[in-house]
């Protein structure tokens, strides 16, 4: 069966830390690729998303993620993470075929000490 | 705000009631997804709805039904209501454009109590 993995249940980072959270996914065709967050009380919010072309994509507050295909991967990351990105990071793919079928990981809560 | 609604925001049944939930999707959108998160759990999808039919399904039983009205708003009904049906609803809305690179924007979410 298809389903994404993050690697990590639960980050806990200083302010200025550097931050990468892993997603591997299992299948093998086209597919496309989200990072969603689910900040304190709030609602899930897209962060990035890949469709085609340039691996590497930019998303919002300073966010970046990259597609190796090779390694079935959409690794999440920021230089240098502040108080406020504490929340909940979810991975989530829609495989080629799946329609608008979101495949969800199971979540990374990343907590930033101020 | 991704311009998603769901009503009710709260609501607590016994096992075996019904219950219907309700999403207002995005303006300019024609698709609709429901998602169940279960606590500590990321999102498992639903259903789909797209132009009022069904377009897609997860591993749900049929007791888990939906409807997407001609305004594109949506309802998702559970009947036979079970104490595992306690969880984060959530409804997505995106636009379904031929060729996919459908951006699915979801909603705050109905939490459903089953005692």
Same mark, same amino acid.
């Given at each position: ?8 249940h ?8 550097s ?14 690729? *989200?990072?969603?967050?689910?900040y ?10 890949? *469709?085609?072309g340039?691996?590497l994509v ?5 966010f970046e993620a ?5 390694? *079935?991967?959409?690794n ?16 989530a793919v829609i ?5 608008g079928?979101?495949? *969800?990981g ?8 101020p | 705000?991704t311009?998603?609604t ?8 016994? &096992? ?24 500590g759990?990321?999102?498992?999808f639903? !259903?789909?709805?797209? &132009? ?7 591993? !749900?039983?049929?007791?888990?039904s939906?409807l997407? !009205? ?6 998702l009904?559970?009947?036979a209501?079970?104490l @595992? @049906?306690?969880? =984060?609803?959530l409804?997505a ?13 979801f909603?705050?979410?109905?939490? =459903?109590?089953?005692?």
């Amino acid at each position: 069966a298809q389903s994404v993995s993050q690697h990590n249940h639960h980050v806990i980072l200083s302010e200025a830390a550097s931050l990468e959270l892993g997603c591997n996914y299992s299948y093998g065709g086209t597919v496309n690729l *989200f990072w969603y967050v689910q900040y304190p009380g709030q609602h899930l919010q897209l962060l990035l998303k890949y *469709f085609s072309g340039d691996p590497l994509v930019k998303g919002i507050k300073g966010f970046e993620a990259e597609f190796i295909k090779s390694k *079935f991967s959409f690794n999440l990351r920021k230089p240098s993470v502040q108080w406020s990105d504490t929340a909940e990071y979810f991975c989530a793919v829609i495989p080629g075929n799946q329609g608008g079928k979101l495949i *969800f990981g199971q979540g990374t809560e990343l907590s930033v000490k101020p | 705000e991704t311009g998603v609604t769901q009503s009710p925001t709260h609501l607590i049944k016994t &096992r075996g009631q019904q219950v219907t939930l309700r999403c207002s999707s995005q303006s300019g959108h024609n698709t609709v997804s429901w998602y169940q998160q279960a606590l500590g759990q990321g999102p498992q999808f639903i !259903f789909q709805y797209y &132009r009022e039919e069904e377009n897609g399904r997860g591993n !749900f039983p049929p007791r888990f039904s939906g409807l997407q !009205f001609p305004n594109y708003s949506s309802e998702l009904n559970v009947n036979a209501l079970e104490l @595992d @049906d306690s969880a =984060l609803y959530l409804c997505a809305s995106s636009l379904n454009l031929a060729g996919g690179h459908e951006t699915q924007y979801f909603g705050p979410g109905t939490r =459903l109590l089953v005692l």
